[in-house]
């Protein structure tokens, strides 16, 4: 017995030697708080728009606010938007889901704001109820809504008057959650749809189901897979999870096959990603704070905490490689340095 323990510590320093240093040497320093207007809790996806830099943050029960980045400060936050998901833009104009959910008088609508008034200018009642995740392809102007309580994903044409062009089904046919967020990648004609326990890889331009895999993940209250980033250089896909354990997911996105699985700090509902620095960001808003993986070794780099309940959701400048995490339960976004 005394023989073997000194080999399991020189087969432990081996193995910590043999990890790459770039998954080592990054922390990460808080640098500012924003504070926010309106109700603290869970709110839903915040975005960050590199062409204005500006951050759109979906508030609890109502609202979007949207924050300057460069001086730190919201400049506008709008109401009238009910149970607010997810958010995208283009040049002009950014559209945000309300999604009320099913009932007499509810609203499910995606709703059009203004970048030069920040006004509504816009609405569309979405095909079906609690329309959640929501991204713009700004070289088609097309727009693609997944709606939670229907199992579809809604093409629009973008512009002040939206106009539905296409209502895709989803898999499977009768889920528990139904569809969250997705992932659009116009270079390979791709989407990534997270539906329950699967992974969805459509055709963006007919929607037909071209692949799919089974996580076989614990299917909680919100559901099994979230978000998700594609990592072009490596040609991987990463996709969180609602459970912790196995975690994050690393898929070939060509055979849809699990690469591997990574532990998570917490459920993740958002992932992001810096391209640049090749991190990977999940938000986990029971763990209060947000995993960083290195994309390149697909190994776990820090889990950074911001003492918050509610931080399941944030974004990533790829340009200054700062990073925003909403703090629900503070009522904040925190901004965070990664410091080699």
Same mark, same amino acid.
């Not at 017995?1 to 432990?12: D, I, T, V």
């Not at 400049?75 to 149970?83: A, H, L, R, T």
């Not at 998570?264 to 808003?285: H, I, M, N, S, T």
């Given at each position: 017995?005394?023989?073997?323990?000194?080999?399991? #510590?020189?087969?432990?320093?081996?193995? *910590?030697?043999?990890? =790459?240093?770039?998954?080592?040497? $990054?922390?990460?320093?808080?640098?500012?708080?924003?504070?926010?207007?309106?109700?603290?809790?869970?709110?839903?996806?915040?975005? %960050? !728009?590199?062409?204005?830099?500006?951050? %759109?943050?979906?508030? =609890?029960?109502?609202?979007?606010?949207?924050?300057?980045?460069?001086?730190?400060?919201?400049? &506008? %936050?709008?109401?009238?938007?009910?149970?607010?998901?997810?958010?995208?833009? /283009?040049?002009?104009?950014?559209?945000?889901?309300?999604?009320?959910?099913?009932?007499?008088? @509810?609203?499910? /609508?995606?709703?059009?704001?203004?970048?030069?008034?920040?006004?509504?200018?816009?609405?569309?009642?979405?095909? #079906?109820?609690?329309?959640?995740?929501?991204?713009?392809?700004?070289?088609?102007?097309?727009?693609?809504?997944?709606? /939670?309580?229907?199992?579809?994903?809604?093409?629009?044409?973008?512009?002040?008057?939206?106009?539905? @062009?296409?209502?895709?089904?989803? $898999? =499977?046919?009768?889920?528990?959650?139904?569809?969250?967020?997705? +992932?659009?990648?116009?270079?390979?004609?791709?989407?990534?749809?997270?539906?329950?326990?699967?992974?969805?890889?459509?055709?963006?331009? +007919?929607?037909?189901?071209?692949? &799919?895999?089974? +996580?076989?993940?614990?299917?909680?209250?919100?559901?099994?897979? @979230?978000?998700?980033?594609?990592?072009?250089?490596?040609?991987?896909?990463?996709?969180?999870?609602?459970?912790?354990?196995?975690?994050?997911?690393?898929?070939?996105?060509?055979?849809?096959?699990?690469? @591997?699985?990574?532990?998570?700090?917490?459920?993740?509902?958002?992932?992001?990603?810096?391209?640049?620095?090749? *991190?990977?960001?999940?938000?986990?808003?029971?763990?209060?704070?947000? !995993?960083?993986?290195?994309?390149?070794?697909?190994?776990?780099?820090?889990?950074?905490? +911001? #003492?918050?309940?509610?931080?399941?959701?944030? /974004?990533?400048?790829?340009?200054?490689? *700062?990073? %925003?995490?909403?703090?629900?339960?503070?009522?904040?976004?925190?901004?965070?340095?990664?410091?080699?």
């Amino acid at each position: 017995m005394q023989r073997f323990l000194p080999l399991m #510590g020189l087969l432990a320093s081996t193995a *910590l030697l043999a990890v =790459p240093a770039q998954a080592a040497e $990054y922390h990460f320093e808080r640098v500012a708080t924003i504070k926010l207007p309106g109700l603290t809790g869970h709110g839903d996806i915040t975005t %960050y !728009d590199p062409m204005d830099q500006m951050l %759109y943050v979906s508030m =609890p029960n109502d609202g979007l606010c949207v924050v300057d980045t460069r001086s730190r400060s919201v400049v &506008k %936050y709008i109401q009238n938007i009910p149970s607010p998901n997810g958010s995208s833009f /283009d040049a002009d104009n950014v559209y945000v889901a309300a999604g009320d959910g099913a009932g007499a008088g @509810k609203i499910n /609508d995606v709703i059009v704001i203004s970048k030069e008034s920040w006004k509504e200018v816009g609405r569309a009642q979405t095909d #079906g109820t609690s329309p959640d995740g929501l991204v713009v392809e700004p070289k088609s102007h097309l727009l693609y809504v997944a709606s /939670d309580d229907n199992n579809n994903l809604e093409v629009y044409k973008t512009g002040k008057k939206l106009e539905r @062009k296409a209502v895709w089904p989803l $898999y =499977p046919d009768n889920p528990v959650a139904g569809p969250d967020v997705f +992932t659009v990648v116009p270079s390979k004609n791709w989407i990534f749809q997270s539906d329950d326990s699967w992974e969805l890889r459509l055709n963006m331009t +007919t929607g037909a189901i071209e692949a &799919k895999v089974d +996580t076989h993940v614990k299917l909680l209250k919100h559901g099994g897979t @979230k978000g998700s980033i594609f990592d072009a250089k490596n040609d991987r896909l990463w996709v969180g999870t609602t459970n912790k354990n196995p975690g994050i997911f690393v898929i070939d996105p060509n055979t849809m096959s699990v690469i @591997k699985t990574i532990p998570e700090k917490g459920g993740v509902d958002v992932v992001a990603f810096d391209p640049g620095l090749e *991190l990977v960001y999940a938000f986990e808003g029971g763990a209060k704070g947000f !995993d960083v993986y290195d994309a390149n070794t697909m190994s776990h780099v820090a889990f950074v905490s +911001t #003492g918050s309940g509610n931080t399941h959701t944030g /974004d990533v400048d790829p340009e200054s490689h *700062l990073v %925003y995490a909403y703090e629900g339960d503070a009522g904040a976004v925190s901004v965070w340095k990664p410091v080699r």
